[in-house]
């Protein structure tokens, strides 16, 4: 793979999937607080910013892109399960 | 992505860092600002230059000169919003605002005969601080600089592990060895000495605006997200009559204010004049670590107490305790001082790192975009400059624009915002045709002219300067404009060093090892 499209997919996975994932965990923190909507708001927008920080890091650590994308598509598609399931059982 | 985790977070560092640090630099000076954004907006209005005894005139009769003050010249108008600000520590004019059909009126008033002070027009400090998050861009903006947040976070992280060797590195300071070194290490210095406030500042400034950055979670649980603010904050408004109704002076309900939230900073009436209007009286944000303000209702036609809130919500509590830790309200001049003091030497971290970037290609070119590689560094040291000298050099202008601009010229704060922004074009035009070095130079002494100038150009206006903002007695005036004197003396110490990076006089290390090879 050429350099540039090497660094792009990165840049891609690390930016839109980062975000992506942030907003994931924070409607699964949201969804499932126990206790009142407003607390599960703000106890809930305090924590996934990590994950943002954590899977642009990442995008960049690996050894290629792809395995970037394998880890942001991987772990997208079980949360997406768990929002799911929770819809289900709601 | 390259062999070891230590190099890709080294590559990471460095190119994340340069493009974001163009505008993370910005992001932090407007920021470092905003912390006296208060005190700027009234530098910028020196008609309204404050005497002591304007704070001696007791809560009460204030509360006297802005409701009549609010009676005569606001409307009567469904869901309408008077505020009234009275003088505090760090808020040194009495004022009043209102919306008509949605347009913002702003008026300051003489706290000792209730005439209103004319003031030029202007947008303050609280311009540099809505670009500090806006960019003066509305929510494209803020999403940008949330996304600049992040890479900051990750530029700090990747800066950790490229230091592994963090504190031998931070007790080294090699001042005169090589210039790249000497770079290097004030580079470290500044990262470790604040990492705990860059940590901080940057956290609590993505936490500020969920509603922003993580609307949807809020969308899942509310159907109207304005209603998540209502679950925090008790309201105790009541309908509006569409019946005018003779107000009581709020000033009366003091003492029962007083006593039920301790300390009254400012007050609201909602629907004024109505016979459903309501005076809210709230406790100022300095008294504690976390931006919330206890708050006590009253009907302000028969003076009945409508409700009071003392208790928080833990969880919106904590919220509003980043949103406290990021603005800094509490802990007095001292603290903010102490939070302007890490802004610099933030904006110093960034503008040392984006600095080390060329020189280190300046020594050893490393051909990163091949056969392009000159060109293009040129051009990436022509933007450092724009990012750096052009940021402040763009503030100093807005404050000379706020000194020199005719006062009759229609849309007169408009003006003053235009040439804020349009000093980054300048400075980018003049990096472009100068070389690095120069450029840097006469920039530097550029900004130091503006800074030093600056009283000699009110002089010539004939507005009050430094001696006079002293003799009236009015401090935070004297304060802002003697600040702006002592930036001049430190981007002046700048400018002999970048002399003698263009004479080329070599560090005492290279002169050395010269010696050795001849």
Redesign the interface.
């Known amino acids: 793979m050429k350099p540039g499209v090497d660094i792009l997919l990165r840049v891609l996975a690390g930016f839109v999937g980062g975000y992506g994932l942030t907003v994931l965990v924070n409607l699964l923190w949201v969804l499932t607080w126990p206790g009142h909507r407003a607390d599960a708001v703000y106890w809930g927008t305090f924590f996934p910013y990590v994950v943002f920080v954590i899977i642009l890091l990442l995008a960049f650590a690996l050894r290629s892109a792809w395995r970037a994308w394998a880890w942001v598509l991987g772990l997208s598609a079980l949360l997406l399960v768990l929002l799911a399931l929770l819809r289900f059982f709601k | 992505?390259k062999k070891t985790?230590s190099l890709?977070?080294a590559?990471?560092h460095t190119w994340l860092g340069l493009y974001l640090g163009w505008l993370l630099f910005a992001v932090f000076l407007t920021g470092t600002m905003a912390v006296f954004e208060h005190s700027i907006t009234h530098w910028m209005q020196p008609e309204a230059l404050v005497k002591p005894a304007h704070a001696e005139v007791i809560l009460a009769r204030q509360l006297d000169i802005a409701q009549a003050y609010l009676e005569q010249h606001a409307n009567r108008e469904k869901g309408s919003n008077w505020m009234i600000a009275p003088i505090s520590d760090n808020h040194p004019s009495l004022e009043v605002r209102w919306r008509v059909k949605g347009e913002a009126h702003e008026v300051l008033l003489n706290p000792l005969n209730g005439e209103v002070v004319s003031t030029r027009e202007t947008e303050g400090g609280a311009m540099l601080t809505h670009f500090h998050y806006t960019l003066l861009a509305g929510l494209t903006g803020t999403l940008i600089v949330g996304?600049a947040a992040?890479?900051m976070?990750?530029g700090l992280?990747?800066g950790i592990v490229i230091h592994k060797r963090f504190f031998k590195d931070f007790f080294t300071f090699r001042r005169r060895s090589s210039a790249q070194r000497s770079w290097l290490d004030a580079h470290n210095v500044a990262g470790v000495l604040i990492l705990p406030f860059l940590f901080m500042i940057t956290?609590t400034g993505?936490?500020m605006q969920?509603n922003t950055?993580?609307p949807?979670?809020?969308k899942?649980?509310?159907e109207n997200p304005r209603a998540?603010r209502g679950?925090?904050v008790q309201s105790f408004e009541q309908p509006y009559q569409a019946e005018t109704a003779k107000m009581i002076k709020v000033s009366s309900l003091l003492p029962q204010a007083q006593a039920a939230i301790q300390s009254v900073g400012w007050l609201m009436i909602q629907n004024g004049g109505d016979a459903g209007a309501v005076v809210e009286f709230f406790q100022n944000l300095d008294r504690r670590i976390s931006a919330v303000a206890d708050h006590a209702a009253f009907s302000a036609v028969t003076g009945r107490m409508l409700g009071v809130q003392t208790e928080w919500?833990?969880?919106?509590y904590?919220?509003r305790g980043?949103v406290g830790i990021h603005m800094a309200m509490f802990g007095g001049w001292v603290m903010s001082w102490l939070y302007f003091l890490a802004g610099l030497v933030s904006c110093g971290l960034i503008a040392t790192g984006l600095i080390l970037f060329t020189i280190k290609r300046r020594k050893r070119p490393e051909h990163e975009f091949g056969a392009m590689s000159t060109r293009i560094y040129s051009l990436i040291e022509a933007i450092n400059i724009t990012a750096v000298m052009g940021s402040i050099n763009a503030i100093l202008i807005y404050f000379w624009a706020n000194r020199v601009l005719p006062m009759e010229i229609p849309e007169r704060s408009s003006w003053e915002v235009r040439a804020f922004l349009l000093t980054w074009l300048v400075s980018l035009l003049h990096a472009l045709l100068r070389k690095p070095l120069y450029a840097w130079r006469e920039q530097l002494v550029f900004a130091v002219l503006l800074c030093w100038l600056l009283p000699l150009c009110a002089r010539l206006n004939g507005l009050p300067s430094l001696l006079e903002f002293w003799r009236h007695g009015d401090g935070i005036a004297f304060g802002v404009e003697a600040t702006i004197l002592l930036m001049g003396l430190l981007l002046a110490t700048a400018i002999p060093k970048v002399s003698k990076a263009i004479h080329g006089v070599p560090s005492k290390r290279t002169a050395g090892s010269h010696k050795v090879a001849y």
């Open positions: 992505m985790f890709s977070m590559w990471l996304m992040v890479v976070l990750v992280i990747s956290y993505l936490v969920p950055f993580l949807l979670g809020i899942a649980v509310y998540l679950d925090a919500r833990d969880s919106a904590v919220y980043f």
